[in-house]
């Protein structure tokens, strides 16, 4: 299973499966990234954390403890 934590800078890669439960699921949901959408990874921050995304138009920060939870091909 590959996340969008592993994903690096310059990487597209397709939304295949959303993991976590209840609130956080939710929130990463209201934030665009749903089932079979695109993401662009932009930037890494120098020590890691957390990464500059580009989903359905717009910039978006997350964490990586996030992005783990973002099942991605």
Excluded at 13 to 19: C, D, F, P, Q, Y
Excluded at 47 to 67: H, I, Q, T
């Amino acid at each position: 299973m590959k996340t969008l934590k592993d994903i690096g800078v310059g990487e597209t890669a397709t939304v295949v499966r959303l993991h976590g439960e209840g609130a956080v699921k939710r929130r990463i949901m209201d934030m665009g990234i749903t089932k079979g959408v695109e993401i662009l990874v932009r930037k890494v921050a120098p020590l890691g954390d957390p990464m500059e995304l580009n989903v359905r138009g717009y910039e978006l920060s997350l964490r990586k403890a996030d992005a783990q939870m973002i099942e991605v091909q």
